[in-house]
């Protein structure tokens, strides 16, 4: 039971605010957001996602750059709300087409709408996309796709104004086409978020890769769907399957650790062919989420190396280079390391020729940042920096620099080798032919070297 809802900016300003019982004070919006910016507790980092103020629970998540507030007095479940406000972000993702600031204020009747329907007096009443179309009657109004900022995993199919075929990232599930035409659509995103840890020599100490497939359909009628994956996947250490079948575990196979099925899919056939069938629901849900410990190729290899250069100076050399093919191209790479605490000034040297790579150090937090545009696969990119330090070091500088962490989207790759084979849409027309987009996008979610 929660007693109020309500959407800030990243400035702090209103943008949807739903008071269901009235038992919070009307400022608890200012003072959310007074918190959360000035949080001081831990020293710094961002405010954690429930916390008390005066009696007042407030739950938070942050989607598209918008703060999904809950407040309530009363002692409920967590982990139940963040999940609610995690879901009320995804259905009104679903009906505009474009969740941000822009996309809430212009539709602000049809999001009260979608609330009101959501919870009512407090209490969740449902979040299905699905179930929610016989109750809106709102018609969205469609914000301009063209100077849209980078929504998230899905935007990595966004080239400036160029797109990959289809438009799932932009499309409202209850809008037509100009002219009231029905472009029937479906879309699959295989979404890799892969941890890796290198050891100072360039060992790989841990990895790991937490993958989901998403699907997002536009199809009419509700038909059965047929999602074909790699023939040899296998479920489990052993290579045994989800029902303790012989699986293939061969040297080439795909082996998960574990996996987890969207209810409305059916398993009968996996042993077998290693295949899913299902009737997707409208919007964007998760088909499949997976987890996978065996080792795999990262696609990129870190060397760092940073030694001393003289009684207050030190000099850094870090080294990236792609592993993936060089029809690949990885987007918006973020290499940063921490320095030591005493480092007063820092000078970079780029290799010849570097096109679209920014450096800076930031002295408030004593990090060192380089960032690159892209990286082309099979290539390999330098950086030298050059430190100055206000007090001699004592004892090993690379106790107190380090470790060096990246992050990095890599689209149309994903590291598992997990594939769909081919996508089967069960239609009797044979004229009808929808239109299938199958993507990948590999990110990083924890992606660090020691030095």
């Excluded at 996309?129 to 100077?147: G, Q």
């Excluded at 191209?329 to 040297?349: D, G, H, K, M």
């Excluded at 940042?369 to 090993?396: C, D, M, P, Y």
Aim: aromatic letters at 10%; one cysteine or more.
């Amino acid at each position: 039971m929660i007693s109020q809802f309500f959407v800030l900016s990243q400035r702090g300003d209103n943008i949807v605010f739903r008071d269901y019982r009235g038992e919070v004070q009307k400022g608890s919006a200012e003072i959310f957001f007074r918190k959360v910016k000035f949080w001081k507790e831990d020293g710094e980092g961002e405010a954690p996602p429930v916390f008390n103020v005066d009696g007042v629970n407030y739950f938070h998540v942050k989607v598209a750059g918008l703060l999904f507030v809950a407040t309530t007095r009363v002692n409920v479940s967590p982990s139940l709300v963040l999940e609610l406000l995690q879901r009320i972000a995804r259905v009104s993702k679903d009906y505009l087409g474009v969740l941000n600031e822009d996309s809430l204020r212009k539709n602000f009747v049809l999001v009260y709408e979608l609330l009101d329907e959501v919870i009512d007096f407090g209490y969740v009443q449902t979040t299905s996309t699905e179930v929610l179309k016989s109750c809106v009657f709102n018609e969205p109004i469609v914000v301009d796709a063209a100077r849209l900022p980078p929504l998230g995993p899905a935007s990595i199919f966004m080239q400036g104004t160029k797109r990959m075929p289809g438009t799932a990232v932009t499309k409202s599930v209850i809008a037509n086409e100009p002219g009231g035409r029905t472009r029937e659509e479906i879309f699959v995103d295989i979404i890799e978020k892969i941890s890796v840890t290198f050891s100072s020599s360039g060992y790989i100490l841990t990895s790991e890769i937490d993958g989901t497939i998403q699907m997002k359909s536009y199809l009419t009628g509700n038909p059965e769907i047929r999602l074909a994956l790699n023939d040899d996947l296998s479920i489990g250490r052993g290579g045994r399957s989800i029902y303790d079948y012989s699986g293939s575990s061969g040297s080439g196979a795909v082996i998960l650790d574990d996996c987890n099925f969207h209810e409305s899919v059916h398993l009968d056939s996996f042993d077998v062919d290693r295949t899913l069938t299902l009737v997707p629901s409208d919007g964007e849900f998760s088909v499949m989420n997976y987890r996978m410990t065996q080792e795999f190729k990262p696609p990129f290899r870190i060397n760092a190396l940073i030694e001393e250069a003289g009684t207050l100076k030190a000099e850094v050399i870090l080294k990236v280079r792609a592993e993936f093919p060089s029809s690949v191209t990885a987007n918006t790479v973020q290499v940063q390391i921490p320095l030591p605490t005493y480092t007063t000034r820092v000078s970079f040297e780029l290799e010849p020729g570097a096109v679209g790579q920014t450096t800076d150090f930031k002295e408030t937090n004593k990090r060192l940042e380089w960032g690159l545009k892209k990286i082309v696969g099979g290539s390999e990119h330098t950086l030298r920096a050059r430190l100055t330090f206000s007090q001699e070091s004592h004892g090993n500088i690379t106790r107190e620099a380090g470790p060096v962490s990246m992050t990095f989207t890599i689209p149309m790759y994903n590291a598992s080798r997990l594939q769909v084979k081919y996508l089967q849409i069960a239609k009797k027309s044979k004229t009808h032919n929808p239109y299938r987009w199958v993507r990948y996008v590999t990110q990083a979610n924890s992606y660090v070297a020691r030095i």
